[in-house]
């Protein structure tokens, strides 16, 4: 009977990883895991906000602390398990560079949860979270790129382009003509207090639309 007992107990236990290590990884790291979530939740500034980035991070967390659980109890296994990790290639594309941060935040985590370095892992992402809340709380008084676009008539080209001179850092990104006027698209940094700048447009006679669109890359024209 004990034999069997102990055959049981054998078959759940690896080296120094049993059921209770296992079970306390995968909680601990899907805490922290959420942690993650909570900060990216709270400190998203994009245009789309997808959930789905934010449960792959808990995932991603977890998953690489139960990677790291096996590698720390054996080293052929080690071994073995990076050859394999090494043929694997991602080819998700990161929209915005932030997303990256936040991806080497879990990755990090779950490989210092599953070396059993539960409080260095806690404490560090206790600081890099109030770390991130902090910057972007933080309102900078800087100028920001931003897209112009404007639909006048012909014969107002003249007092738009003197208006157009007075900004700026403005780069002309695409002039379209039709039969109903023109349509500029220009690139130009302004400040929050600048927003102003629309309604000195509509003022101008033949200008029959001014907007400002919040821009964070190339266009192609």
Not at 24 to 33: E, N, P, Q, R
Not at 50 to 68: H, K, P, Q
């Amino acid at each position: 009977m004990n034999d069997i007992l102990s055959s049981i107990q054998s078959s759940f236990t690896f080296g120094d990883i049993g059921v209770i290590r296992i079970l306390f990884t995968m909680v601990f790291s899907f805490a922290i895991g959420l942690l993650i979530f909570f900060v990216y939740r709270k400190t998203f500034a994009g245009v789309m906000y997808s959930r789905n980035f934010g449960v792959s991070l808990v995932m991603m967390t977890i998953i690489s602390a139960f990677i790291i659980l096996p590698i720390t109890s054996n080293l052929t296994l080690s071994l073995g398990m990076v050859g394999a990790l090494s043929i694997v290639r991602f080819r998700t594309a990161v929209k915005d560079p932030i997303d990256t941060v936040y991806m080497f935040w879990a990755i990090a985590a779950g490989i210092t949860v599953g070396a059993k370095f539960y409080l260095p892992a806690l404490l560090a992402s206790l600081i890099i979270g109030l770390l991130l809340i902090l910057l972007y709380s933080m309102k900078f008084h800087t100028t920001m790129p931003y897209l112009m676009v404007l639909r006048f008539a012909e014969n107002a080209w003249p007092n738009v382009n003197n208006l157009l001179k007075r900004l700026p850092e403005t780069n002309m990104k695409s002039r379209t003509v039709t039969a109903d006027g023109v349509e500029l698209t220009l690139e130009l940094r302004l400040r929050e207090s600048d927003m102003g700048i629309v309604d000195r447009f509509l003022n101008i006679p033949g200008v029959y639309d001014a907007a400002i669109i919040s821009y964070g890359g190339d266009i192609v024209a």
